[in-house]
């Protein structure tokens, strides 16, 4: 058997033909394995749903009880049986209850490890259980931050900075654009693990993803919704809002706010700069150019599929390592750590947008 008589690139995404299943189908499908809740990796309107149970929860916070016809929760390390293929979900240390889902078939074992990240200290991500490395022949691996330019460094001195701003200008209000479902929750515990106990404000669309996150054990503090706050009460106060709320005429109601933005994209100074962003934070979810060329070469496969990203720089560098390697193109992925404009019709709940939306403005 070959690996790609294992897992097939099909319109509605990668395709185990002999297990009867699509792994994050961009279209709908009879049965679908889910790697992790964000958008573009979790649609709704599939016949069976299989997933853990943290994106199954989350699924259902987005799209509401009917977003699946059927669904399966699957616990980390469970063996299950899909007709011809043996599947198990494995930590992939992206968000809360995400996963790399293994398919074995044939004597092959293919690892789909979604969006990752392999922290060398698991403790500066406390939302999600570390990533797990999976021994494989083939590994698919994605390519968000695929060029040796993104390092992204110790989340915790990022955080610093932040603090350091806070303290420095007591009378602003500092206002961080973070995308709403597993960065937000982040760097809210990165903020206290710093050791910073007041409450943190949050921008309506990021209430019901950041309170499920507490209902799963993630301490995260005092939070408090921005809506119905008044300007003096929000000086000298941390604020969460999705990227694109900080564009926004939203952002009048802060006492003369710095923007700060949580993203791997934060490391292009220039970028930062085009969009307006005081105070960059460079905190991402995905693995950068160290973490993902060590992981491809941990897991030991010979033979490494590279989707959404900066496919060419991986799939060259597997080659000089001597790497089988070739870009996988699937259309209707995206990148939740993109920007100010793309990053936000993702995650926020349409219902706690227009609850903020339409607060006062002042
Ligand atoms: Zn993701
Ligand atoms: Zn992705």
Not at 140 to 153: D, N
Not at 342 to 362: L, V, W
Request: with cysteine; net charge negative; hydrophobic share 40%.
């Amino acid at each position: 058997m070959r690996p790609e008589d294992i897992l097939a690139l099909t319109p509605a995404g990668l395709c185990c033909k002999c297990g009867d299943f699509h792994i994050d189908p961009t279209r709908p499908v009879e049965r679908a394995l889910i790697t992790h809740a964000h958008a573009d990796h979790a649609r709704a309107g599939h016949g069976a749903v299989l997933a853990t149970a943290e994106t199954l929860d989350l699924m259902r916070l987005r799209y509401g009880d009917t977003f699946a016809g059927a669904a399966q929760a699957v616990r980390y390390g469970e063996r299950l049986t899909l007709d011809g293929a043996a599947v198990t979900f494995h930590p992939a240390g992206h968000v809360l209850g995400s996963a790399q889902i293994a398919v074995e078939a044939g004597g092959l074992r293919i690892v789909a490890s979604g969006d990752y990240k392999n922290l060398t200290d698991p403790a500066s991500d406390p939302t999600c259980a570390p990533f797990e490395l999976v021994p494989c022949d083939v590994f698919i691996t994605e390519a968000t931050f695929a060029l040796p330019v993104f390092r992204h460094g110790d989340p915790r001195a990022e955080i610093g900075k932040l603090l350091h701003s806070v303290a420095l200008f007591p009378e602003r209000a500092h206002l961080v654009g973070a995308y709403s479902l597993g960065k937000a929750q982040r760097v809210i515990a990165l903020i206290r693990q710093a050791g910073y106990e007041a409450p943190i404000y949050l921008h309506g669309a990021m209430a019901s993803i950041t309170r499920y996150y507490q209902s799963r054990g993630i301490a995260l503090g005092e939070l408090r919704p921005v809506r119905g706050a008044g300007k003096a009460e929000l000086a000298g106060t941390i604020a969460l809002c999705p990227p694109s709320a900080l564009a926004d005429i939203w952002t009048r109601r802060f006492p003369d706010p710095v923007t700060a933005f949580a993203s791997g994209w934060m490391r292009v100074r220039a970028r930062a700069r085009q969009q307006g962003v005081m105070l960059p934070l460079v905190i991402s979810d995905h693995a950068d150019w160290d973490g993902l060329t060590a992981t491809v070469a941990a897991t030991g496969a010979g033979d490494i599929w590279v989707t959404h990203g900066q496919e060419d720089a991986l799939v060259y560098w597997c080659g000089t390592r001597g790497l089988k390697a070739r870009p996988l193109d699937i259309v209707g992925y995206g990148d939740e750590d993109e920007g100010l404009d793309s990053a936000t019709q993702a995650s926020s709940s349409p219902q706690g947008q227009a609850e903020d939306d339409a607060g006062e403005e002042s």
